[in-house]
């Protein structure tokens, strides 16, 4: 039973365009989402995160949109770079204090 | 202080044996989490401390992996009899509940340890 979901397992930007990943979940009691980058041999590395009150948040190219009655979030890269390349997973928190993970969007930016 | 720390990075033991990682947080952090990793997968929860204190487990940590964090400060995992399904990347991560709120929710992760069961 996956209560996060990262349906696109890689997604495939041009340099300079804007770069939407997804994420769908399944408990109402999440409140609060988070994205973490990963890069190969490196652990997760944290992006940027959103409660559950609010519907946006942006940190400078980085912009998360929650939508809680779709049970949806996206991030958004604008301008996507080549170093962006990395596995993005969205995460979510419940009132206990471990975060639930998607499976992962593997995000490739050409130059 | 540089983050999350785990030892070793890797690790290759044959069906049967036991190992023990460590992980050292982000000082002063007060809780303490190990997530396990497979291939293709994001990370799934196994446990978490808050300070010495262990306070959740997940049903995927059975009675061959215990956690200890004897002084809230380093903590370490030990897998007894490992068996080939317990192959994966082990990540340790660390928050904290002193300072700013907006850091509650972040957990901190380290760089892991792969465990290959030969």
């Known amino acids: 039973d996956q209560q996060v979901k990262q349906n696109s397992p890689s997604l495939s930007v041009q340099e300079g365009r804007i770069s939407i990943l997804n994420c769908d979940y399944t408990n109402s009691m999440f409140d609060y989402f988070l994205w973490y980058k990963k890069y190969p041999a490196e652990g997760p590395t944290f992006l940027i995160s959103i409660s559950s009150i609010k519907d946006k948040n942006e940190d400078g190219r980085f912009t998360v949109f929650l939508n809680k009655s779709a049970r949806h979030l996206s991030l958004h890269i604008v301008p996507s770079q080549p170093g962006d390349s990395a596995v993005y997973f969205c995460?979510?928190?419940?009132?206990?204090?471990?975060?639930?993970f998607g499976g992962g969007t593997r995000l490739m930016v050409k130059p | 202080d540089t983050g999350v720390s785990q030892n070793p990075r890797h690790k290759i033991t044959k069906r049967g044996q036991n190992v023990t990682f460590r992980c050292d947080p982000i000082s002063e952090h007060n809780r303490l989490y190990w997530y396990r990793q497979t291939l293709g997968q994001g990370p799934e929860f196994l446990t978490y401390f808050q300070n010495e204190a262990q306070l959740e487990k997940s049903r995927l940590l059975s009675d061959r992996f215990s956690a200890e964090r004897p002084k809230g400060s380093f903590s370490t995992l030990e897998i007894q009899r490992t068996e080939q399904g317990d192959s994966a990347m082990y990540l340790c991560a660390s928050s904290s509940t002193v300072g700013r709120p907006s850091d509650y929710n972040e957990q901190f992760f380290g760089p892991g340890t792969r465990l290959t069961v030969l």
């Open positions: 995460a979510a928190r419940d009132a206990g204090n471990m975060l639930t």
